[in-house]
């Protein structure tokens, strides 16, 4: 029989503010375990949330990017459950009005383009975090995390491989980085998600039951969750078998699913609004003032990359993947007067692999956007070839000197004088006279052997060009 999968996810994004979304306490990673919660996220008798209104400034603006349904009015409600680290033993969440409705996503999968449904997107608060590898026998509970802001994003099941899940989770970490709403970081636990995974015959229209896979936090991590999970389902029902509608975790060190509790449904939470919190407006001034803050989001920006810089499709796709690496690439291209082609090369080579190498981020790089482009600017006018522009990048990347300064330094600087050239050219025929002849004679493979004697006379330094074309024309004889 032939399976189809079926997808949806739910990713939690944490909003970028200071303080959380009910209290003044800091949303600072890091923090040593329970100083970072106060009154209002333990839930202390007397206490009272108060919106943070930043947090709903960011859920609209992503609304509005995604041409979501805004709310003109959305409530919270109060999601029971019972857990250590949940210390009011009930969440903060939204339910039958969240603050963002319906939208859609385009994503790109092997060339192709699929738009992917947004049920809706809603404002909770975060809850603690069990720890219980560094207690023996026991379970420690940090608060810390209690009550930070999450913007979940419920996607309709509409995507069929994980490839197509994959591609969706991404668009969506670059679509909340570029708005400036949370910073992506999955180490962190700033952007986690959970995976729904049920397979039917293909043809059939009804679904198959689904399993829960929570908190993955890396996009490998989703793609393996999902191929496991998929093989593990068809197995059940073809060794006649039921799906058990569950919540389950992924082992990354088994590379296996397991079983975690029986899933719930929306009544056993038993939700009801939230009597501490106000129903949130959501005005036309508001709409108004975030749809003037939208930055230029990533499909516009891949255009622009495309058309003004006359990049392929792909090298723009790569460059706009993150905003910071495309604000990066263009300072780049800014400093080195154009040379867009040459730019994005170097980017997404050189300085890519050495961030990869090192674990930095783009952000982080040890060579800056100007000093890079001064590079490219020295190879673009043949000061120095490409060769030994990684010579000096490698130098670059050790210490705070420029382009120029290296070169100097190092002496390094290409050798265009054509009548010294032609000096090395002459002397290394006339000590290859049989070399010559056997390229005279239609070897012309012999030509690189004539390159490389010149390349190394002159320790790499020799203008390749006008090395070709000066052997090229008297190797004719």
């Known amino acids: 029989m032939e399976w189809e999968t079926v997808i949806g996810l739910e990713i939690h994004a944490q909003l970028a503010t200071n303080?959380?979304?009910?209290?003044?306490?800091?949303?600072?990673?890091?923090?040593?375990?329970?100083?970072?919660?106060?009154?209002?996220?333990l839930g202390l008798?007397?206490?009272?949330?108060?919106?943070?209104?930043?947090?709903?400034?960011?859920?609209?603006?992503?609304?509005?990017?995604?041409?979501?349904?805004?709310?003109?009015?959305?409530?919270?409600?109060?999601?029971?459950?019972?857990y250590p680290d949940l210390p009011k033993g009930y969440q903060i969440s939204q339910f039958e009005l969240p603050i963002v409705g319906l939208g859609k996503l385009d994503i790109t999968v092997d060339g192709e383009t699929r738009s992917i449904g947004v049920t809706r997107a809603h404002l909770e608060e975060d809850a603690g975090k069990s720890m219980h590898e560094d207690f023996?026998?026991?379970?420690?509970?940090?608060?810390?995390?209690?009550?930070?802001p999450l913007l979940e994003i419920v996607s309709e099941p509409d995507m069929r491989s994980s490839a197509e899940a994959v591609a969706y989770v991404k668009t969506i970490h670059s679509l909340v980085q570029y708005l400036g709403i949370c910073d992506g970081n999955m180490q962190e636990g700033s952007?986690?998600?959970?995976?729904?995974?049920?397979?039917?015959p293909r043809g059939r229209a009804e679904f198959g039951t689904r399993a829960e896979i929570k908190n993955l936090n890396s996009f490998r991590f989703i793609e393996k969750t999902i191929h496991h999970e998929v093989e593990r389902q068809i197995d059940i029902i073809e060794s006649g078998g039921k799906v058990a509608q569950e919540t389950r975790l992924y082992d990354a060190n088994k590379d296996e699913t397991r079983s975690m509790r029986s899933k719930e449904e929306a009544n056993d939470y038993r939700y009801f609004p939230d009597p501490d919190l106000l129903p949130v407006e959501i005005t036309a001034e508001l709409l108004d003032t975030m749809r003037a803050e939208l930055p230029e989001l990533p499909k516009a920006k891949r255009q622009r990359f495309v058309s003004q810089y006359e990049l392929s499709e792909y090298d723009a796709e790569m460059l706009t993947a993150q905003c910071?690496?495309?604000?990066?690439?263009?300072?780049v291209v800014l400093s080195a007067g154009g040379q867009?082609?040459?730019?994005?090369?170097?980017?997404?080579?050189?300085?890519?692999?050495?961030?990869?190498?090192?674990?930095?981020?783009?952000?982080?790089?040890?060579?800056?956007?100007?000093?890079?482009?001064?590079?490219?600017k020295r190879i673009a006018d043949q000061t120095i070839s490409g060769k030994i522009a990684k010579e000096v990048f490698e130098e670059m990347w050790q210490g705070a000197e420029s382009a120029e300064e290296v070169i100097e330094r190092k002496g390094l600087k290409q050798i265009s004088d054509t009548g010294a050239l032609e000096k090395i050219?002459?002397?290394?025929?006339?000590?290859?006279?049989?070399?010559?002849?056997?390229?005279?004679?239609?070897?012309?493979?012999?030509?690189?052997?004539?390159?490389?004697?010149?390349?190394?006379?002159?320790?790499?330094?020799?203008?390749?060009q006008q090395v070709n074309k000066l052997l090229q024309d008297k190797l004719k004889g």
Not at 324 to 331: T, V
């Open 19 to 41: 303080s959380k979304i009910f209290s003044g306490a800091s949303t600072a990673y890091g923090a040593e375990p329970n100083t970072q919660a106060c009154a209002v996220d």
């Open 45 to 82: 008798p007397g206490t009272l949330p108060v919106l943070n209104h930043q947090a709903v400034c960011f859920a609209v603006k992503f609304g509005l990017a995604i041409g979501a349904h805004i709310a003109p009015l959305s409530v919270f409600a109060r999601k029971n459950y019972f």
């Open 136 to 148: 023996q026998g026991m379970t420690g509970v940090d608060l810390n995390r209690a009550g930070t």
């Open 191 to 200: 952007f986690r998600c959970d995976v729904n995974v049920s397979v039917r």
């Open 324 to 331: 910071s690496l495309a604000d990066f690439y263009e300072k």
């Open 340 to 376: 867009a082609k040459l730019c994005a090369n170097w980017v997404m080579g050189e300085l890519s692999a050495k961030l990869n190498q090192t674990g930095l981020d783009i952000t982080s790089s040890q060579v800056s956007a100007e000093r890079l482009g001064g590079l490219v």
């Open 425 to 464: 050219v002459d002397q290394l025929m006339a000590d290859n006279q049989a070399q010559v002849d056997q390229y005279r004679a239609g070897k012309t493979k012999m030509l690189g052997f004539f390159v490389g004697g010149v390349m190394k006379q002159t320790q790499g330094k020799a203008n390749p």
